[in-house]
């Protein structure tokens, strides 16, 4: 399998892969000319139910895409969760749905659309791209008079998957059924209001929605990689590195990297609620390992190039459960903290009197070996110590994985 | 009179004008192929980048390109641009502007090989050329506006996040045409 997406820059260099958007983006605009979105009337006729070419060909668009990028996701051939995913801005996403919604019909085009417009030479596709761009300098210039709008009503990577809890499968062909309900009500209209004879419709139509259908229904019941297939694919590869210890991290490398200004440490702690309450390192998120795939999306999604995210529990048994978990889904610079919490006691609890290790032979592996006068959780100096105070022998082991995700939807 | 005996003695420039304007023009596509076929572009960016389509940030990014060589200073006070073009930053250093401009490329390749390169205004029948003009440069800057609130287009939020399922761009498209139809009304003679 090819790595996904494919790292264009280290293959092919800057140029290169500019070079192949600006395919993508030839393509594209092709794709819209030879559909007569150049034309606005055309465009417009969509709002008096004459021709209804607009809402067929978007449609079309969107369903054809999402089958196959279902399709090739059930597969292995990309993944989902590294693909770009709007993030989901509910409200001022409405409001500025309405407001595009009125300058289409007022203006006769949308962006992509008046760029097409305007390469055909069609002056008001021109007038219309300039109006954009003054549209997009006067938002920037004012946005920050209502920016707390502007971020408001955040759900993050939400997927119709999410909201309707369904499997992606199932979505795909719920969707697919609606697309073909309304391009059979776009017909009837356009029979109606725009007297267009259907019996001059190309038979071929038919066989294409039936194929569209069928290739839904073979997407779901291939079914989307579970996370234990996904864990398969990649297991010779990333056991092979569980065994040569190379993602389990020193406490010092992560006491030094805490310390580091040009690292986001992201510390997840998946031991149970009274061992966090108990003791736990100032900073860490308290995640229980049976959670661990609820903060999966905001991972993926709010991650910066910099980020380390490292995965702890009482030894290494929960930590390396939930190390397998992240890297089967694909979040990028996952870490282990080497022996736990009890390692880190071990080393940073040493002098204070207050933890002990308990006496008795451990209860297994994974238990906490210490005692604590109290559930202090953070609030001993050993959740967060001074990094110049310490120097360790370690191997680091950190190596940031820049690798060229999704960097931002169509308009980022 | 002259230009035309100009064009008449000037056997390059004819030549030249035919070679772009005077190709046979071609019949669109039918919606559904022309669909099917977008939706393979589509897919193929995100199969080949991991990313979609989009052209509002391109134009996004080519604004403040321009912004910035007028006025870096304000562009390094104001929040939102500085994200694009603060410091050193060069904003057209993105993809999506590659995509945008490979867009107004396909399009006048696509244009002129089918034989649709034509200067002109489309309108309804009831107004002048220039008050399509007008309502163009408006419709253009309250979509404009739009599509940055909304973070995306109608490509970037309705296509390429619809495509994804990705909730929130469904509200966007359902928002889009419902601003649309409820204004269409309104606006019937400027269409019919």
Not at chain 1, 232 to 261: C, F
Not at chain 1, 380 to 387: I, K, S, T
Not at chain 2, 27 to 54: E, S
Request: glycine fraction near 12%; aromatic fraction near 12%.
């Amino acid at each position: 399998m090819a790595p996904f997406p494919l790292p264009l820059e280290g293959l092919i260099g800057k140029f290169g892969m500019y070079a192949v958007y600006l395919l993508i983006g030839i393509a594209f605009g092709a794709a819209l000319e030879i559909s007569g979105f150049a034309i606005s009337t055309r465009l417009a006729a969509q709002f008096y139910f004459k021709d209804l070419t607009v809402l067929k060909v978007m449609f079309t668009a969107i369903v054809v895409g999402m089958v196959l990028i279902f399709g090739a996701s059930a597969l292995g051939w990309l993944d989902y969760n590294l693909i770009w995913v709007n993030p989901t801005y509910l409200w001022p996403g409405i409001l500025g749905g309405f407001i595009m919604g009125i300058g289409f019909i007022i203006g006769g085009f949308c962006p992509g659309t008046s760029l097409v417009s305007l390469a055909t030479l069609k002056v008001d596709g021109l007038f219309f791209a300039l109006g954009s761009a003054f549209g997009i300098f006067l938002f920037g210039e004012t946005v920050g008079w209502y920016e707390d709008f502007f971020n408001s009503s955040y759900y993050g990577r939400l997927t119709l998957m999410d909201v309707f809890n369904l499997p992606a499968g199932v979505v795909v062909v719920l969707v697919v059924l609606m697309a073909l309900f309304m391009f059979w009500g776009a017909e009837q209209l356009e029979r109606i209001f725009g007297g267009r004879d259907l019996s001059k419709e190309p038979l071929l139509r038919v066989a294409g929605a039936a194929a569209l259908f069928l290739a839904a229904v073979a997407v779901m019941l291939i079914g989307e990689p579970t996370p234990a297939e996904k864990w398969t694919r990649i297991a010779p590869e990333k056991e092979a590195q569980l065994r040569n210890r190379e993602v389990q991290i020193h406490p010092g490398e992560l006491l030094d990297s805490l310390a580091n200004d040009q690292l986001r440490v992201v510390m997840l702690d998946v031991r149970p609620q009274a061992d966090y309450n108990l003791f736990h390192l100032r900073g860490a998120r308290h995640v229980p390992l049976e959670q661990i795939r609820s903060i999966i999306p905001s991972l993926l999604l709010e991650r910066t190039d910099n980020q380390v995210i490292v995965v702890m529990s009482n030894d290494e048994a929960a930590a390396t459960e939930a190390w397998k978990i992240l890297v089967a889904e694909s979040v990028p610079n996952v870490y282990i903290l080497e022996g736990g919490i009890n390692h880190w006691l071990e080393l940073f609890a040493a002098q204070d009197p207050q933890i002990v290790p308990t006496p008795t032979p451990a209860l297994g592996l994974d238990y906490i070996r210490y005692q604590f006068p109290a559930a202090l959780g953070d609030r001993f100096p050993a959740a967060d110590p001074f990094a110049h105070e310490y120097e360790f022998e370690y191997t680091p082991k950190i190596k940031l994985e820049l690798k060229r995700g999704p960097s931002g939807g169509g308009c980022g | 009179m002259s230009a035309v005996t100009q064009t008449k003695s000037n056997p390059k420039r004819s030549s030249l004008r035919a070679f772009f304007f005077e190709r046979p023009t071609k019949p669109y596509v039918h919606p559904f192929l022309g669909g099917t076929l977008l939706g393979m572009v589509l897919f193929l960016a995100f199969l080949i980048t991991g990313n979609g389509l989009g052209s509002s940030g391109g134009v996004n990014r080519i604004v403040v390109f321009i912004e910035d060589l007028i006025a870096p200073g304000h562009v390094d006070r104001t929040p939102y641009l500085l994200k694009m073009a603060g410091g050193s930053l060069n904003p057209l250093d993105d993809w999506i502007v590659f995509v945008t401009i490979g867009a107004v490329l396909g399009g006048f390749l696509s244009g002129w090989w089918n034989g649709r390169l034509k200067v002109e205004t489309n309108k309804g029948p009831r107004i002048t050329v220039r008050q399509r003009w007008a309502l163009a440069f408006i419709g253009g800057a309250i979509m404009g506006y739009g599509a940055r609130l909304a973070r995306g287009c109608t490509s970037g939020q309705a296509l390429s996040g619809g495509a994804t399922l990705a909730a929130g761009s469904w509200a966007v498209m359902f928002a889009i045409f419902g601003g649309a139809y409820a204004l269409a009304y309104f606006l019937r003679k400027v269409w019919n």
